[in-house]
């Protein structure tokens, strides 16, 4: 292991200097994304990329068994469309693109590039519903929306971003609200299980739920800076957009009943979590589950005889069971590979060289704790393995103590705004419930709601901004 | 079998009576896809999708078989941008949607909608090459595209539809010619093994090429009525592209050169091809290797004791190795269930009644043949697998026949109208390569150049046309 970074690494900025020009430094060095001629519009680069095909795939596996089928919905929406429902027009028009000429003519209406499909949907719901028979419709794409963002970042706040937006209808209220739990697990499920992120679960408060939904359910990760991150969204609509666009069903009494409706969503945001919460110094650092490549084998003194000859046959055994990658470039020094696969969070190094391949050995380099480990060659899969089991829940151990460590309680707002610029982070607080202590909390701290978490804790019995009777625990971070 | 249609199927226009709307009824009926309240823009349905999905897993695993990756470019691209290749700005501009207006502001420069991306891939391109080393790139995305066709027809001809674009760079033009013929094999391969289409391989006619190439090589497959659809097209750029878009590197000899690039897509058209090939006055009729439902399991005396039971047994065993449906829906009759079935397409039939069960078999119906085949339940799933591949290989040999019957050799321009008129089809000739008698056919016969095919053959030694020397055979046809 080599303790010097070389130039190449050291393009990267410290993390303790500047972790906004550090999280940019690594989108760009480790080419995941690089910006475009259209401002807040990003290239995902086929690195970058093929860490969204791993979370497309984990996730749509998941969606299909709960019975869920992928479509495609059109890329525009007529302005009569988007103004049917009050609130979700006044939370999005502010903020679409507007295509107004197609074909050289002028548009009798104007339509705008999808910010999300809830209009659109509904549209061909109601042309597609008839009776309770039919239902439910669990229906999910895979595509991407416009929302034109003022900031923007890449990954974390794009003016177009890839997403999945799954919109269900349900002949009962109650079947509509248990989905939006089952998809909030999953998402849970894709945070902890394969991002290797702890993932906080609750509802939205009234002030951060999505327009026009009942209620918003939020799975939510923490930085390692103690930000906040919103991971995904579900949520219940009951007829909010049944009833403007006309989504109804003959029911098992022969009447006509109005369906019940949510939608949910992750993005290419995750991404950015995934850099955010598990890299350093050193640059990327990837859960194994979800690493584009999960070993790099490095052969050193590759001119010696059988060294690369060696390599290559370890490469095409390992090949068939992980996502492998042999550097044979012959421009680079060994010193050199080593650096650019750490700041690439290749999970697992391997070197092999002419002292190794007598002593039918490797060596494999852990990226999370940088041990070096001496293995025989005969039983090299299994190592790996297991090698790549422990990376994975080490990094989410570790991202775990770093959410415990960053985690404060406040009874009052003086111990709020001491532990959020102290120690930044999610502050626990009682709340009671009045937006009004909300805003306050904002502009005194910079702290939105993350969420009103479903494992509620009693801390104490008054609002930690008005002093009021309080029963509900919040919890509150600053947010990308 | 039965033998009268119900009111369900009876909806299907007859394919002798009207071709265009037996195609709409089909893919309205069969839930393919649907239109929307944006004209030219439909949603494609769950079941259609689920074709789409077959295909896209199938051509991604050939396409990274060939060292392609995916990633993700904007939607949007600066007027300037789509400016700076003439050819292809006078090809596009006339048909793009354009963005004017984002987050309430009018914009300073208008974006349009991706009608293609090789303007900004190679944008991307110039900033991330520097070396010979690097080359070649070979990116891919899978998106949907905008072109504000006048005329419209779901999956044929929509002015949003789902492709993938593949752009390549390289080294040499040698390195990059080559690829477009690999990228062209995997279309053949496509529309052969996993479509059933026979698929005719050639390169377009100058007047035909796609605006900006050097040469456009094609796979055209021909319908039931005899029109011929271009099936996937796959062009060389030579450096058009490369150097007003200043795409170079360094080579091996220390000097600057201009990469040579590719293009080359294949789009949801392709369904569009599946159900005019192979459907039939029952409905669509779809090849096993890329049907959502390989099997639809049909219950007979579904309210006999034992039934559902062993229709479900059947089901779970099945469902482990193939793609099969359990219809249980208590509101129909089987007769209904039977018709539906087949005019979704799904290949193989599974019947089961009280009696099937006492002599341990079940029926199995062919969608392709609508042969019935009584067979043990000992050893289903073999008989069901041999099934299938007999199915995938009839449908082939079928649309070959198709192919064959309706393709005519014409040595003069009578022969030619006589021939197009009487039989439709591909109609072979030989052509001096002057596009005024390109033009001349066009106008006199409605057909176009399908391709110079690669296989040549020697009909005569004079043009169809104007019966000047000629070395080159050309298949022409009427297209969608």
Same mark, same amino acid.
């Given at each position: 292991? %080599?303790?010097?970074?070389?130039?190449?690494?050291?393009?990267?900025?410290?993390?303790?200097?500047?972790?906004?020009?550090?999280?940019?430094?690594?989108?760009?060095?480790?080419?995941?994304?690089?910006?475009?001629?259209?401002?807040?519009?990003?290239?995902?680069?086929?690195?970058?990329?093929?860490?969204?095909?791993?979370?497309?795939?984990?996730?749509?596996?998941?969606?299909?068994?709960?019975?869920?089928?992928?479509?495609?919905?059109?890329?525009?929406?007529?302005?009569?469309?988007?103004?049917?429902?009050?609130?979700?027009?006044?939370?999005?028009?502010? #903020?679409?693109?507007?295509?107004?000429?197609?074909?050289?003519?002028?548009?009798?209406?104007?339509?705008?590039?999808?910010?999300? @499909?809830?209009? !659109?949907?509904?549209?061909?719901? %109601?042309?597609?519903? @008839? %009776?309770?028979?039919?239902?439910?419709?669990?229906?999910?794409?895979?595509?991407?929306?416009?929302?034109?963002?003022?900031?923007?970042?890449?990954?974390?706040? %794009?003016?177009? +971003?890839?997403?999945?937006?799954?919109?269900?209808?349900?002949?009962?209220? #109650?079947?509509?609200?248990?989905?939006?739990?089952?998809?909030?697990?999953?998402?849970?499920?894709?945070?902890?299980?394969?991002?290797?992120?702890?993932?906080?679960?609750?509802?939205?408060?009234?002030?951060?739920?999505?327009?026009?939904?009942?209620?918003?359910?939020?799975?939510?990760?923490?930085?390692?800076?103690?930000?906040?991150?919103?991971?995904?969204?579900?949520?219940?609509?009951?007829?909010?957009?049944?009833?403007?666009?006309?989504?109804?069903?003959?029911?098992?009494?022969?009447?006509?009943?109005?369906?019940?409706?949510? =939608?949910?969503?992750?993005?290419?945001?995750? !991404?950015?979590?995934?850099?955010?919460?598990?890299?350093?110094?050193?640059?990327?650092?990837?859960?194994?589950?979800?690493?584009?490549?999960?070993?790099?084998?490095?052969?050193?003194?590759?001119?010696?005889?059988?060294?690369?000859?060696?390599?290559?046959?370890?490469? #095409?055994?390992?090949?068939?069971?992980?996502?492998?990658?042999?550097?044979?470039?012959?421009?680079?020094?060994?010193?050199?590979?080593?650096?650019?696969?750490?700041?690439?969070?290749?999970?697992?190094?391997?070197?092999?060289?002419?002292?190794?391949?007598?002593?039918?050995?490797?060596?494999?380099?852990?990226?999370?704790?940088?041990?070096?480990?001496?293995?025989?060659?005969?039983?090299?899969?299994?190592?790996? *393995? =297991?090698?790549?089991?422990?990376?994975?829940?080490?990094? +989410?151990?570790?991202?775990?103590?770093?959410?415990?460590?960053?985690? =404060?309680?406040?009874?009052?707002?003086? /111990?709020?705004? /001491?532990?959020?610029? @102290?120690?930044?982070?999610? !502050?626990?607080?009682?709340?009671?419930?009045?937006?009004?202590?909300?805003?306050?909390?904002?502009?005194?701290?910079?702290?939105?709601?993350?969420?009103?978490?479903?494992?509620?804790?009693?801390?104490?019995?008054?609002?930690?901004?008005?002093?009021?009777?309080?029963?509900?625990?919040?919890?509150?971070?600053? *947010?990308?």
């Amino acid at each position: 292991m %080599s303790d010097n970074k070389n130039d190449f690494v050291k393009e990267i900025t410290n993390i303790e200097d500047d972790f906004a020009q550090w999280y940019t430094d690594i989108v760009r060095k480790a080419e995941l994304a690089d910006y475009t001629p259209v401002k807040g519009f990003i290239a995902i680069r086929p690195y970058g990329f093929a860490i969204w095909e791993n979370i497309q795939k984990y996730a749509d596996e998941k969606f299909k068994e709960h019975g869920v089928e992928n479509l495609s919905m059109p890329l525009l929406i007529p302005e009569s469309l988007l103004n049917k429902e009050k609130d979700h027009v006044e939370g999005f028009a502010p #903020e679409v693109a507007w295509v107004t000429i197609g074909g050289g003519n002028k548009l009798e209406e104007k339509l705008c590039i999808r910010p999300t @499909s809830e209009t !659109i949907f509904d549209t061909m719901y %109601s042309k597609w519903l @008839s %009776s309770w028979r039919d239902l439910p419709y669990k229906y999910n794409q895979w595509c991407s929306v416009v929302r034109w963002e003022k900031e923007t970042r890449p990954f974390l706040r %794009s003016r177009e +971003f890839l997403w999945q937006e799954g919109h269900t209808i349900h002949e009962t209220a #109650e079947e509509a609200k248990n989905f939006t739990q089952e998809m909030l697990n999953v998402y849970q499920d894709i945070f902890e299980n394969l991002l290797a992120i702890p993932a906080l679960k609750g509802q939205k408060t009234e002030t951060e739920k999505f327009a026009g939904a009942e209620a918003t359910y939020t799975v939510e990760a923490l930085m390692l800076d103690g930000r906040a991150l919103q991971g995904g969204t579900s949520h219940y609509f009951g007829q909010n957009f049944t009833k403007p666009f006309d989504v109804k069903f003959q029911n098992r009494e022969g009447k006509q009943e109005y369906a019940y409706q949510t =939608s949910w969503g992750i993005s290419t945001r995750m !991404i950015g979590a995934v850099i955010m919460v598990h890299g350093d110094n050193r640059g990327l650092k990837l859960p194994p589950k979800v690493a584009p490549i999960q070993v790099a084998i490095v052969p050193v003194a590759a001119n010696k005889p059988g060294v690369i000859e060696k390599a290559t046959q370890i490469y #095409e055994d390992l090949n068939k069971k992980f996502r492998v990658k042999l550097d044979t470039r012959e421009q680079y020094t060994p010193g050199f590979k080593f650096n650019y696969w750490e700041m690439k969070g290749v999970p697992v190094r391997l070197e092999i060289g002419p002292r190794d391949i007598e002593n039918g050995q490797c060596v494999l380099v852990r990226r999370d704790t940088l041990e070096k480990i001496t293995v025989k060659l005969d039983n090299l899969e299994e190592e790996i *393995q =297991s090698l790549l089991e422990k990376i994975q829940n080490n990094m +989410f151990k570790m991202a775990e103590e770093l959410r415990n460590r960053k985690t =404060s309680v406040a009874l009052n707002m003086d /111990e709020f705004i /001491e532990k959020i610029n @102290s120690n930044q982070g999610y !502050i626990k607080t009682m709340w009671c419930g009045d937006p009004e202590c909300e805003e306050k909390i904002h502009e005194l701290t910079g702290a939105k709601s993350r969420c009103i978490p479903f494992e509620q804790e009693k801390i104490s019995d008054t609002c930690v901004c008005c002093g009021k009777k309080a029963d509900k625990m919040v919890v509150w971070g600053r *947010q990308y």
